[in-house]
């Protein structure tokens, strides 16, 4: 179930990861321009925004599920997120860059949504799921072809992090995802626009 102290540490920092080594253990810190650091801060201050949607959404989507076995799924997805929640914070730091501002307003908005996709039932759960991490990983994909060529130990992070949400997708179209209609697909891609494009500057 969802706690305080999980919520806070979603939103402002150290959140439990499972342990896993971080992907830029060891990568040294690339020679970066002033222009290329802030680009790389934007882009990890809108990852970061994004990883603390995604707990969110699956803490909400947790709280709800009906099956224990969905539940276990979102609770170990949700593990390698705040994995990837540490490692962003590690790379805003190292890039002397700090998270948006906006942070609880995506973590609230987020838990509603995941909340209310869940009560549709497991099967539009898990497509919710699905749907969103397809959409995380083109976004990823598009970090990835803009962040600069010398920041090879962000570039290890959002590899990691790209392997993790597809599997995260597969996993769940395998457990019987349902697909969800093309509106509302557009309408989830929308809302994500407006969070990257807000957490970029804010």
Same mark, same amino acid.
């Given at each position: 179930?969802?706690?305080?102290?999980?919520?806070? $540490?979603?939103?402002?920092?150290?959140?439990? @990861?499972?342990?896993?080594?971080?992907?830029?253990?060891?990568?040294?810190?690339?020679? %970066?321009?002033?222009?290329?650091?802030? +680009? #790389?801060?934007?882009?990890?201050?809108?990852?970061?925004?994004?990883?603390?949607?995604?707990? #969110?959404?699956?803490?909400?989507?947790?709280?709800?599920?009906?099956?224990?076995? +969905?539940? #276990? /799924?979102?609770?170990?997805?949700?593990?390698?997120?705040?994995?990837?929640?540490? =490692?962003?914070?590690? $790379?805003?730091?190292?890039?002397?860059?700090?998270?948006? =501002?906006?942070?609880?307003? =995506?973590?609230? @908005?987020?838990? %509603?949504?995941?909340?209310?996709?869940?009560?549709?039932?497991?099967?539009?759960?898990?497509?919710?799921?699905?749907?969103?991490? /397809?959409?995380?990983?083109?976004?990823?994909?598009?970090?990835? #072809? $803009?962040?600069?060529?010398?920041?090879?130990?962000?570039?290890?992070?959002?590899?990691?992090? /790209?392997?993790?949400?597809?599997?995260?997708?597969?996993?769940?179209?395998?457990?019987?995802?349902?697909? %969800?209609?093309?509106?509302?697909?557009?309408?989830?891609?929308?809302?994500?626009?407006?969070?990257?494009? %807000?957490?970029?500057?804010?």
């Amino acid at each position: 179930m969802i706690g305080v102290d999980r919520a806070v $540490r979603t939103v402002f920092g150290h959140p439990r @990861g499972t342990g896993r080594r971080h992907p830029a253990a060891g990568i040294p810190e690339g020679e %970066l321009s002033t222009v290329e650091r802030d +680009l #790389a801060g934007r882009l990890m201050r809108v990852n970061l925004a994004g990883e603390v949607s995604a707990q #969110a959404l699956y803490q909400g989507q947790a709280l709800v599920a009906n099956r224990a076995s +969905l539940q #276990a /799924r979102l609770e170990e997805a949700a593990a390698e997120e705040n994995d990837h929640l540490i =490692w962003c914070e590690d $790379r805003l730091e190292a890039l002397g860059a700090q998270g948006s =501002w906006l942070n609880p307003l =995506w973590y609230a @908005g987020s838990f %509603l949504i995941g909340a209310a996709a869940g009560m549709a039932g497991d099967r539009w759960n898990l497509g919710f799921l699905a749907e969103t991490e /397809r959409q995380v990983v083109r976004h990823l994909d598009g970090h990835l #072809a $803009r962040l600069p060529a010398a920041d090879v130990a962000t570039r290890a992070v959002l590899e990691q992090m /790209r392997v993790d949400e597809g599997r995260h997708a597969t996993s769940a179209s395998h457990a019987g995802a349902a697909e %969800l209609p093309a509106p509302l697909k557009r309408a989830m891609s929308a809302a994500s626009r407006v969070m990257t494009g %807000l957490s970029y500057w804010i």
